[in-house]
């Protein structure tokens, strides 16, 4: 286990050159099983203070916000591509005029 007491002084693991990973950039350890990076990132005043206001809504801090906004992007890009391979698939391969009738008798649309 890390305890804070380390972190504060030099870790020779984190003075490995594997672990800096560039300018502003370093692997900081948060927990046993986890570490985590430290980035620095250029943001516009007037996004910081919209940033700031709403983490303190949400009362959690930047970093655990940027994380879920970055993770939700993520997995936003890999939405969008799948969605275009299943749009460029039906392009290809268009939906026959009979291709789902057969099911038109099963669907049950309550007492509408």
Not at 10 to 21: A, F, G
Not at 31 to 36: G, H, K, L, R
Not at 92 to 105: G, I, Q, T
């Amino acid at each position: 286990m890390i305890h804070l007491r380390s972190i504060a002084r030099p870790i020779p693991q984190l003075l490995d050159s594997r672990y800096h990973v560039g300018y502003h950039s370093y692997i900081i350890p948060h927990c046993e099983e986890e570490f985590m990076r430290t980035i620095q990132m250029t943001l516009d005043d007037k996004l910081v203070a919209t940033v700031d206001k709403v983490v303190k809504e949400l009362k959690t801090t930047r970093s655990a916000f940027a994380r879920k906004a970055l993770r939700d992007a993520v997995k936003q890009v890999h939405i969008n591509k799948l969605e275009q391979k299943h749009k460029k698939g039906y392009e290809r391969h268009p939906v026959a005029k009979d291709e789902f009738s057969m099911w038109e008798a099963e669907q049950e649309w309550g007492d509408a």
